[in-house]
């Protein structure tokens, strides 16, 4: 007969083992949802499966964001990873799944419950597709209520909405997500995004500054080059505002004003979960700017930021309303009116009809993103067309647009589009290589 003693040691024994976390192959195998993960994962990427399987959710756990069999009916119009995949390209899947996997357990619990965003570190570090230290960022958010719905956000604005979360295995969690993630692209190709997507804010004229003077583009090339940036660009309104000051000012100091909308920060990009009141930040210019909270709204000295978080491959850029200068860094923002007033000369009045194509230096954009091409989406989650991926930028519901919310805009980017962004960017010495 045992002893009691080793019939509860028996039992805690057998409780143990019921409950031991499955090991990931034994979910992606039993999930049906997850059959094409399992199939890629086991067929074409052995040796990424085999790492993630390596990881112990005691010591030393990862979080998986999942793409369901949905999000590869999706692959075909995604942009980026539909022509890898397509081309069977082995080396850059790779890295588009380690953009997937997030060091650390983050369940759906550890995500703020007041709606704002995280940015996690992801294992996608890749010099050939990100220059932000840590690995690329991935948004996370809860969004909505009862209950809420988990959001990864990601390049192009990319919407991943987790239809399945929190799946234990021994190496960590998984979420399955309705839409794969896609890493961030260059600047230069995230303005034309934007530009496409919201034409009344376009920042075509801030980019077209940047490239202004042919002979030198020193700082377009730190633009597409260095590591952890975070640009506050002004919409073309905001420079159309001050267009008759910048006709006038010498190279130089264009370019210092340019300098003062750009942080390199030691710390890594200022995303919108960095942001606190009274937070201040050195720019490449050399003096600081501010970062106010009021009014339920974020502003950099007084110029409000008109749409944030949208992930670059080094970095991160926030649309602001307003052009800002050094000389005019105590000026504080109004929070009553949502267009605040600018702070350098104008001749233009309240009532003056805006032609955002009449900005200063938008027939200076450079032509390496010509080769893009989009359509339209009507659906916010991917909907059931394969055509409706989540991918562009459009508004929040308090008006604010952010690159971490929503869809207008679908961005097709075919083999030849995507290689030649890559391509002319390294070639002109604007994009860093390994």
């Known amino acids: 007969m ?21 090991s990931l192959s034994d979910v992606l195998s039993t999930t049906a949802n997850l059959s094409s993960l399992n199939a890629l994962l086991t067929a074409r990427l052995p040796d990424v499966l085999k790492m993630l399987e390596g990881y112990d959710s ?33 080396v850059q899947i790779n890295n588009f799944m380690l953009y997937h996997v997030v060091p650390g357990l983050h369940p759906s619990t550890s995500l703020n419950k007041d709606g704002s965003f995280q940015f996690l570190d992801t294992m996608l570090t ?52 309705d839409a794969f993630a896609v890493p961030p692209m260059p600047y230069v190709y995230n303005a034309d ?51 008759e000051f910048l006709a006038f000012i010498p190279p130089t100091a264009l370019q210092e004003l340019l300098s003062y909308h750009i942080v390199h920060g030691a710390d890594g990009p200022l995303y919108s ?25 974020y502003f950099v000295n007084s110029a409000r930021i008109i749409a944030s978080d949208i992930l670059l491959a080094n970095g991160v850029m926030h649309v602001i309303d307003n052009v800002l200068t050094p000389d005019k860094d105590s000026v504080q923002p109004n929070a009553t009116t949502y267009t605040q007033l600018p702070v350098l000369p104008t001749t233009m009045v309240a009532g003056d009809m805006f032609n955002s194509s009449a900005a200063p230096f938008t027939t200076f954009m450079p032509d390496i993103v010509s080769t893009v091409t989009s359509t339209s989406s009507d659906s916010v989650s991917g909907g059931g067309g394969a055509t409706a991926t989540t991918t562009g930028f459009d508004a929040t519901s308090t008006g604010k647009k952010s690159g971490a919310d929503g869809l207008r805009q679908t961005a ?23």
């Open 273 to 297: 979960s960095n942001f606190t009141d009274g937070t201040q930040a050195t720019t490449l210019q050399g003096t600081s700017i501010t970062l106010f909270f009021t009014g339920g709204g």
């Open 126 to 177: 890749s010099n050939n597709w990100t220059n932000v230290t840590g690995g690329q960022r991935v948004g996370a958010v809860l969004q909505g209520d009862a209950p809420p719905i988990v959001v990864f956000t990601s390049g192009l604005s990319t919407r991943s909405v987790v239809t399945n979360q929190d799946i234990e295995f021994t190496g960590g969690i998984l979420h399955i997500v």
């Open 412 to 434: 097709h980017v075919g083999v030849v589009g995507t290689v030649c962004v890559f391509a002319l960017l390294i070639g002109a010495g604007l994009f860093w290589t390994l």
């Open 193 to 243: 995004q934007y530009n496409l997507a919201y034409p009344e804010d376009a920042v075509l004229s801030f980019t077209g500054a940047l490239y202004s003077q042919p002979s030198n583009l020193s700082l377009a090339t730190i633009v597409n080059t260095t590591s952890d940036l975070t640009l506050f660009v002004p919409s073309n309104i905001a420079m159309e505002l001050a267009s």
């Open 2 to 22: 045992f002893s009691p003693r080793f019939t509860t040691a028996l039992l805690l024994s057998a409780s143990t083992l019921a409950c031991a976390a499955p």
């Open 58 to 90: 005691n010591t030393n756990p990862v979080t998986l964001i999942a793409p369901s069999n949905d999000a590869f009916l999706r692959l075909p119009d995604t942009p980026l990873l539909g022509p890898a995949f397509s081309d069977n390209d082995t």
